[in-house]
């Protein structure tokens, strides 16, 4: 959605509008302390928890009038039953109060969700419909995909995945900006000032196409190496560790209310890599200022590791963040013990929000041969996922 300015002719003819919202402009969502009525000829309308918007129209608003939340934020009842029961706001899509993330939710955190793309979305789409909570896709937000040429934005497929997002009610999560994988070549030929200027026009043309419509978002993925240091990449060859203040800085300036993460894999233990991120989080919100509200834990594991999830997870949190998540949940052969040993250690760690299974299927898997996700290739629910049910 895109925010149009007041004209000032409508500023002339409609003095009171200071204190009303404009033609397409924000009236409602979470954090929000604007104006939650619209111009004349305009309707606040409910597109999701976060986000309501000044839309043509002379009917009742249906901005939600009341709701009562839990201690994490997330809305549990309405008193004008508005939103519906598979809002973004409920966070629970089209699926049954007992799906894994009516479940998972009924702890107090905000989703279960997974991966979808144009790809597979009509393969899978209504299994993610019917289980989860929220969405993140998989490739057509990243950088190649969107901009594979400077300056030319392809949002075909992100579209996509944000309006399947939309119509069922389901949270999304933004993936990825800076990364080393999945960046056109063109990126690392660049000057550093010709590279701080893509960097800053890409993170912008992203999150204001999407502002008010994102959850969260990965804005820096794997940049940390095994010993905890920061990794030599495309990006911090060029710019150093300033990239990371430039990178999030400019997604803050985009969208205030966006949820903004560091991602990285082998987080799954109290290890070195995680006290290496961990102290990058505490640099870049040093002296005062968040830059960084969260940290994304992978969760791309063998079987086994799953017990080690609750005291990787409380490390990553006692970082000065506001959340933490498991962002890319897959297992190797999905044993049952480790998928719910994952799911206890979200519910035991206060600041995790949610749980993230990258795949639906096996077949669809980028670990395909290891059948690490919740459901075979049929889409039946696997042991895991049934475990995993009875365990919350």
């Known amino acids: 959605m895109k925010t149009i300015s007041i004209s000032a002719a409508l500023l002339v003819a409609a003095p009171f509008a200071l204190a009303q919202s404009p033609a397409w402009g924000q009236c409602g969502g979470e954090g929000w302390t604007g104006p939650t009525t619209c111009v004349s000829g305009y309707v606040c309308t409910y597109s999701n928890y976060w986000y309501s918007q000044c839309i043509p129209g002379t009917a009742t608003s249906t901005q939600p009038t009341s709701t009562m939340t839990t201690s994490t934020g997330n809305p549990t009842s309405t008193s004008t039953g ?27 955190k905000l989703y279960y969700g997974s991966i979808i793309d144009p790809g597979t979305m009509s393969a899978s ?48 999560r933004g993936h990825t ?77 985009a969208d205030p209310n966006a ?6 894999y082998n987080l799954d233990s109290n290890n070195a890599k995680v006290a290496g991120i961990v102290r990058l989080v505490n640099q870049l919100n040093g002296n005062g200022t968040r ?52 799911a206890k250690a979200c519910l035991a760690v206060s600041k995790c929000v949610g749980i993230t299974v990258w795949g639906v299927r096996d077949q669809d898997s980028w670990r395909t041969g290891t059948n ?21």
């Not at 949820?259 to 990285?264: M, P, R, S």
Request: charged letters at 15%; glycine letters at 10%.
């Open 291 to 342: 830059l960084v509200d969260g940290i994304g834990s992978q969760g791309h594991i063998s079987g086994g590791q799953g017990s080690s999830a609750q005291s990787a997870l409380t490390a990553l949190a006692a970082a000065n963040v506001g959340e933490v998540a498991v962002t890319e949940l897959d297992i190797a052969s999905a044993p049952s013990n480790d998928y719910v040993a994952v």
């Open 259 to 264: 949820k903004l993460y560091i991602n990285d």
């Open 125 to 172: 789409g209504n299994t993610v419909k019917a289980n989860f909570g929220a969405v993140t896709p998989e490739n057509s937000m990243k950088f190649d995909a969107i901009e594979g040429t400077r300056g030319s934005y392809n949002f075909g497929g992100s579209d996509q995945v944000v309006n399947f997002a939309k119509q069922n009610n389901l949270i999304v």
């Open 177 to 253: 900006f800076v990364w080393d994988q999945q960046t056109p070549s063109w990126v690392g030929s660049l000057s550093a000032s010709d590279m701080t200027t893509v960097l800053k026009n890409h993170i912008n043309a992203v999150m204001s196409r999407y502002k008010g419509q994102i959850y969260a978002y990965d804005v820096v993925n794997e940049h940390i190496n095994e010993d905890g240091s920061v990794k030599s990449t495309l990006w911090t060859r060029k710019l150093g560790n300033d990239v990371f203040r430039i990178a999030f800085e400019t997604a803050r300036a």
């Open 372 to 392: 690490p996700l919740l459901f075979d290739n049929s889409f039946k629910p696997k042991a895991a996922y049934n475990a995993t049910l009875a365990a919350l």
């Open 82 to 108: 508005t939103v519906p029961t598979g809002s973004v706001g409920a966070g629970i899509g089209q699926n049954s109060q007992t799906s894994i993330n009516a479940k998972f939710r009924s702890h107090g």
